[in-house]
């Protein structure tokens, strides 16, 4: 994935290869322009808080919620939450050196107050470039440009998390996380084609509604047993 970014950059843009590759946790070359805003000390802070909210989420839902129903998929979602969480805070850790520091991974994505604030400017910003550079195709196309872009993120999903689990279970679970971004990419269209001036507590309700209720999707039986929750 990064070098697919680092070959699709103009060449007087280039990084230089082997610090884009392997000393840094960003998937695109655009990405590197982002810096950290926080002191040095608190990645490893943010590492250790994260991390033990995100144990104590799945060990609530292990140990006293079990069998997992809906509600409890939604519960568990804070827990991938933290778990994004602690991975950022761990690359910040491990890259952030001398000049060059790394940003979180999100940027408050919980204070969202619209579908495209949430996507577009506070989850996982270190990806959201290298999904921009797979969506240069379609620039013109602001519809096409979106369904791609969650198109790209479905597929990337169903490969990190549903292939492994086929390949080493033989279970079939292909489609859950394509179906989820395909609802995302098609509730962030809904939202600038309808709701671009409604009130602001309409479009905070629709932007959480769409990321929350359709989460058991994502939250599948193979994150399941990869995060221990069931066997």
Known sequence: ????????????????????????????????????????????????????????????????????????????GFGIYFFTQSLGALGQSLFSRGEFTVSPIHSSPL??????EFWG???????????????????????RKILASFLFSGIFHEAMVNLPHWVLTGENHFGTMLLYFAIQGTGLYSEKKFLRHSPPVIRRVFCWSVVILPSPLFINFPVLRFFGVTE
């Not at 070359?29 to 250790?48: D, E, Q």
């Not at 400017?121 to 519809?143: A, E, I």
């Open 111 to 116: 204070t969202s107050g619209s579908l495209s």
């Open 121 to 143: 400017r506070r989850w996982n910003l270190w990806v959201q470039d290298w999904l921009s550079d797979l969506g240069r195709p379609f620039h013109r196309s602001h519809k």
């Open 1 to 76: 994935m990064k070098g697919l970014s680092w070959s699709v950059t103009p060449k007087s843009r280039r990084p230089d290869f082997f610090f884009f590759m392997f000393r840094t946790p960003y998937l695109s070359t655009r990405s590197l322009r982002l810096r950290s805003h926080s002191s040095p000390s608190s990645p490893g802070s943010n590492l250790l808080l994260y991390s033990f909210l995100m144990a104590a989420v799945f060990f609530l839902v292990r140990f006293f919620l079990l069998p997992i129903h809906y509600s409890d998929r939604l519960i568990l």
